[in-house]
């Protein structure tokens, strides 16, 4: 290593006088010394203070910019040289390099600067800052030829499309068609997936999405999923894969999937019905994401539903009802929830039997597809028949029951106390209370009025009054353990209910009067005082509501 020191003192001096020969020789013995043993060498030339000579070095007129660049990019392996390198001022006189001719010298600039800014956040965004996204598509474009300058692109472009900075800039380069184009000509798995690791971050931007969607990288996807569709490679089945997941990805952009849809017409919309029957378990989760990220608007569902898209989700459905795979379970109960929202699709899906293949799940013990069950269910039950067949059903309503007290999965609890709530609104029948009076649900509604949504307290309220108007003396009971006149009481005292809070609560409180033990409860917590000072309340519903309600409670002491 003395012959090291001796080359960094020699260094030193050609890098003032910039004499060529002289500081060729010392760049080349400095990158022998690294190859050598990089972690040893780059302590030295810390040490030596040499790196704040190397900013002067790197001028594109230089004939040992590259060199330089090289040197920069080997000791910038080591993380304990990076802040060092960043001190010297090296990260702006790289920047300007990339704009150099020489793809020698790009290719060792994209490195250095890359293995600087590695794993560091703040460093790549002030790379960003510096404008070299534009730059580096860019050069994309013109060395398209060049392999090892391909490589270091894309390597960069994986790095910065991480952060959310990046991917404004991005959006308005031309990054879509030249990485289209580019892995149209790629036949290497390996090469493919480098691309894949900077199509995956970049396409969570709508707007790349739509760019990539009018680039032609669908087809490319498509033709993918067709090569590799029957083969059991390990690496075949990845890329089908990272192909479907990201044609699923595309579909999450509104600009991007309507264009894609074509009116139920396109052939992409078509090929992505065809994975739906397939075998292949991925095919079949990507085709039913994907017709669940095609139903965020009510025209394409209601086309979708008119053209038979229910019955092939429930024959998907039926082949994974035993030992069934959860993701396609999950993904295809998400398919038939977002189907079931136009108010057009609701009875065509009932009378398809949708319920049915829906509550083959009910024994699930997988929360996200508890979730999904509840969902879709909610959104099927708007018709009366629909709800007071369901709410009749013991099994099912005891499951709500017990996932109402499911304290782990927020979602499911809530998706279950909003059903059991749609059940006795939508049915208004007494079978139906009944039903949930004996499988224990009263006390899961009178706290879900307590809940932090509106909506939710809200549902709740008026189920409750249904329920007191219908079957008081059913619930009689499970009300009063579950301390319904106190939760009214506090509702109607605390400032911040909202106005239809306050109306449903005094709704609630006067039917609650055909009850003695009610009755009493009402009576002792003084409620009359409480409403008569809602007869001012500024909402006129509010303050008209109070105005019957104190009659009521008056005519009733």
């Given amino acids: 290593m003395d012959n090291l020191s001796d080359t960094l003192k020699k260094l030193k001096i050609t890098a003032v006088d910039q004499t060529e020969d002289s500081l060729e020789g010392c760049l080349d013995c400095l990158l022998q010394a690294l190859a050598q043993n990089n972690t040893e060498t780059s302590e030295k030339m810390q040490g030596s203070g040499i790196l704040q000579l190397f900013a002067s070095l790197l001028t594109p007129q230089s004939p040992c910019t590259a060199k330089v660049a090289n040197i920069i990019a080997e000791v910038a392996k080591n993380e304990f040289m990076r802040i060092p390198c960043v001190d010297a001022g090296l990260i702006s006189p790289l920047v300007q390099l990339l704009n150099s001719k020489d793809q020698e010298v790009l290719l060792q600039t994209g490195r250095a600067l890359g293995n600087i800014c590695y794993d560091s956040h703040s460093l790549q965004a002030q790379l960003i800052n510096m404008g070299v996204i534009p730059t580096l598509v860019k050069l994309l474009g013109i060395h398209c030829h060049n392999a090892a300058l391909t490589e270091m692109c894309l390597v960069a472009f994986g790095n910065l499309a991480e952060l959310e900075s990046s991917k404004e800039q991005f959006a308005s380069t031309n990054i879509a068609e030249e990485l289209v184009k580019l892995f149209k000509k790629q036949i290497e798995h390996d090469k493919r997936e480098m691309i894949f690791e900077v199509l995956a971050p970049l396409a969570e931007n709508d707007a790349i999405k739509l760019q990539l969607v009018e680039a032609g990288l669908v087809e490319c996807l498509l ?201 006795i609104r939508h049915s208004k029948s007494k079978d139906v209370i009944k039903t949930i009076v004996q499988s224990g649900g009263i006390k899961h509604l009178v706290t879900m009025a307590t809940s932090e949504h509106v909506i939710m307290q809200n549902e709740a309220l008026v189920a409750l009054a249904l329920i007191a108007a219908l079957e008081l003396g059913t619930a009689e009971k499970d009300l009063e353990s579950a301390k319904l006149v106190q939760i009214l009481h506090r509702l109607l005292t605390d ?62 002491s």
């Fill in 223 to 423: 033709e993918i999923v067709q090569q590799k569709v029957d083969s059991d490679k390990e690496d075949d089945i990845a890329e089908l894969k990272t192909a479907s997941d990201l044609m699923v990805l595309l579909l999450l952009g509104d600009e991007s999937m309507q264009k894609l849809f074509e009116g139920g017409k396109g052939n992409v919309f078509q090929r992505v019905l065809s994975w739906i029957p397939s075998n292949n378990h991925q095919l079949q989760l990507a085709g039913a994401l994907a017709i669940a990220n095609f139903a965020r608007n009510d025209g394409n569902c209601i086309h979708m539903v008119e053209n038979g898209i229910v019955e092939r989700l429930m024959d998907l459905l039926d082949r994974h009802v035993e030992n069934g795979n959860v993701t396609v379970q999950h993904a295809a109960l998400s398919a038939l929830r977002n189907l079931a929202i136009p108010v057009v699709n609701k009875a065509k899906m009932l009378s398809a039997g949708v319920t049915g293949a829906v509550l083959k799940f009910l024994k699930s013990e997988m929360p996200p597809v508890q979730f999904k069950l509840l969902g879709t269910l909610r959104m099927l039950i708007d018709a009366q028949e629909a709800a007071e067949q369901l709410g009749k059903n013991v099994k099912l309503v005891e499951r709500l029951v017990e996932w109402c007290e499911a304290k782990d999965h927020a979602g499911v609890m809530g998706e279950s106390n909003r059903l059991l709530s749609a059940l």
């Fill in 495 to 556: 400032e911040r209910s909202a106005p239809e809070i306050k109306y449903n609560s005094m709704v609630l409180t006067c039917a609650l009067m055909g009850s003695e033990s009610l009755h009493k409860e009402v009576q002792d917590l003084a409620f009359l005082d409480v409403v008569s000072k809602l007869r001012s309340h500024e909402n006129k519903s509010v303050a008209q509501q109070a105005s019957l309600t104190e009659q009521r409670l008056t005519v009733e």
